[in-house]
């Protein structure tokens, strides 16, 4: 697995650091900006101060800022991103990824299985017969 490359857009902000990082999970630590100064705000869709995360947005990522679900933004078109507010604290950003129908995927073999167990145990089994062993016979090989 590659490590993404994480930045922030605001000018005089600290690299961020990775602290978790697996195919379903990123964690990415900020630090305070260490000189407060005064951000331009765009008039476009993103905040003055946003977390990217070079990796491709893709369905069934999200993200969570301070242990809060927060908006999953895509910057520049591809990436993924969340808004960092502008109190010059530290915050743990979060990107958990948990495949969109997962649930279904897991729930429809199990009440299939659910239904044919039912399915089965209401059938009797069927009686056999396995031969001259299983019967007693009585006079010139006919069973009683």
Do not use: C
């Not at 649930?103 to 017969?129: C, E, H, S, V």
């Not at 019967?135 to 009683?144: A, C, L, V």
């Amino acid at each position: 697995l590659h490590r993404p490359f994480i930045f922030r857009t605001a000018p005089s902000a600290p690299l961020p650091t990775l602290t978790a990082f697996s195919p379903t999970r990123i964690d990415v630590q900020t630090g305070p900006v260490a000189t407060p100064t005064q951000r331009s705000h765009s008039n476009g869709p993103e905040p003055a101060d946003t977390l990217v995360l070079l990796q491709n947005h893709f369905p069934g990522w999200q993200s969570w800022l301070d242990g809060r679900p927060s908006p999953l933004l895509k910057p520049y078109g591809s990436f993924m991103g969340a808004a960092i507010p502008e109190d010059n604290l530290p915050h743990l950003v979060q990107f958990r990824f948990s495949p969109p129908g997962l649930l279904w995927y897991l729930l429809i073999p199990a009440i299939t299985l659910l239904l044919l167990a039912f399915a089965g145990a209401r059938q009797p089994l069927a009686q056999t017969d396995h031969g001259p062993l299983d019967r007693k016979e009585g006079k010139k090989g006919q069973p009683d």
